[in-house]
């Protein structure tokens, strides 16, 4: 998951003025301002901003800033010199040593095992909801930035690009392709695409008139950069040439690379309350991709709003980032609060095969099938009981340290999926089973909530259902996989089709309208409709679904449905 609260735009988005320092001395601090994009849902605050030494200046943004700071050391390495009186004598040099003699053969070059499999199917990538800023990589043409049902990407064809994974954050989307390139998309105001989207701004032809169709709001149309709102590949210059990709892990402001040797890579920045809070203890924002050093034989990440988990091979979890909501599973103090962006085991964590996230909360689930959980409970969503008040809260918003789901034990198959929203969690099991839990007042469960057993519900202080406090399932959905937005969700059941619910203002359940979707409902429209989907992935207002291509049936083109 990932992905605050997004009914129209809620979380910040600013002018950045950015401050790339010269590589040989100190930078003076420099401002540059930018126009913020002409959208309704648009907000500011102030930011201060670092940037990496080697980040080109951008001059747009939709986030504003303040003064730079530069802390890097930037002076020069200097020779010590011994100074002799005048009446002592120089002391004679020593002798070099006999140099040995070349052998004519090199050291072997010493590479990793590789312990991760790319993957290798190719996918149709299909889009919908809000995209004002580029979430739905359509381009900057006119009707692309509402979308009320699923719909084809052409930018991301099976036959010229070939993704073959993908990760969504809270307003950016990354790809990982067959040929190992990293595409990104979206909003760009902290890195996180990982690449240069500077753009002088303008405005879209109202009177082209190529991508309009009736699933489009063509009457709030404002000029979108084109540069983020297009796939662009990640500049992966910096890293070495045998480096493979075997997974991208998207937060809300960061984008992170899993390689095939468990290495990790990343870019952008982590947010806490205040603000920008860092990518690493020394680098606000990371525009360019980075070795995230103390990782090693990583297999899988899991991405919230501002945190990452690594799995490690041997079982250890680790975790950074922000952790405001006690969800890195350790304490942090307010005195080196930086130092929770140094990935960092749990150490009651052991024997850990799957990991998962929601917002501002965390999952691991055991060998044995036991799940644990810790970070923001406020609404039940980490399955920990609390104690609630007379209006639906919790007395203890947080769960500071990983404990066992007891409610999960025994009762359901052992879960392979888990995902969180800001307040609700979607689970599935080996037996695919669909779950859910957290937050339901905003119809987050998918469910009847009227049919649900009393005890099983929280109600605030006019009697209405506002907590699910315990692990329910969705009949009649046997479900492979899900993914948490904000505050909707998408199932994949085993047939490869699509099932959406929650709030859809901004249209990122793909029902085509823009109330809430109560129960968990099918997704139906000609371009998925006779496809076979295995992918989801849910951001704040909007959503991506993935498919395999369907061979030529009858001369009909199974990739994007058009005649052959």
Known sequence: MSGTRARKLSHPRKVTTELAPLPKKKAKPQLSTSSKKTTARARKSP??????????????????????VEDEDQTKDSKRVRLLPDDEPTPPKPKAAPSAKPTGTKKPKITKAEINQPPTEKLNVYVFGEGSSGELGLG???????????????????????????????????????????????????GALGRDTAWDGGLRDIDDEDAS????????????????????????SGIPEDVV???????DSATFALTTQGDVYGWGTFRSNEGIFGFDPTTLIQ???????GLSKITQLAAGANHVLALQSNGAVYCWGSGQQNQLGRRILERRATN?????????????????????????????????????????????????????????????????????????????????????????????ELLVWGRIDGNQSGLNVKELPEDDVV?????????????????KIEALMAAAGSDHC????????????????????????????ELATLIDNTAVRDKKLVWAGAGGQFSVIAGVPIPLVNGVNGVNGHAA
Request: with cysteine; proline share 6%.
């Open 340 to 432: 929770s962006l140094i990935p960092t085991a749990i150490g009651t964590l052991k024997k850990i095969e799957y990991v998962g996230a929601g917002a501002y909360n965390s999952f691991a689930v055991k060998a044995n099938g036991d799940v644990y959980s810790w970070g923001l409970n406020n609404f039940g969503q980490t399955g920990i009981p609390k104690e609630f008040d007379e209006s639906g809260n919790t007395k203890g918003n947080d769960v500071h340290m990983p404990i066992v789901v007891e409610t999960l034990r025994g009762k359901f198959g052992k879960v392979t999926c888990i995902q969180g929203g800001s307040h609700h969690t979607v689970a599935v099991t080996d037996k695919r």
């Open 459 to 475: 109600r605030d202080s006019a009697g209405h259902p506002r907590i699910l406090v315990v692990p329910t399932q969705i009949p």
């Open 287 to 293: 525009l360019r991709p980075k070795l995230i050093k």
């Open 245 to 251: 990709f075997s997974q991208v892990a998207c937060t």
């Open 47 to 68: 930011e201060a901003v670092l940037l990496v030494s080697d980040a080109p200046a951008k001059k747009t943004s939709k986030r504003k800033a303040e003064p730079e």
């Open 140 to 190: 900057s043409a006119k009707g692309q930035t509402e979308v009320k049902r699923p719909r084809y990407n052409p930018n991301l064809s099976p036959d010229n690009v070939g993704v073959v994974a993908l990760s969504v954050g809270g307003m950016h989307t990354a790809a990982l392709t067959h040929d190992n390139k990293i595409l990104t998309w979206g909003v760009n105001d902290q």
């Open 213 to 236: 169709d009736s699933d489009s709001d063509s009457g709030s149309e404002t000029a979108v950069n084109p540069k983020e709102s297009t796939p662009g590949e990640v500049d992966l």
């Open 490 to 517: 998408i199932a994949i059941d085993k047939h490869g089709k699509a099932y959406s619910w929650g709030f859809s203002t901004t249209y990122q359940t793909g029902q085509g309208t823009s109330d809430d979707v």
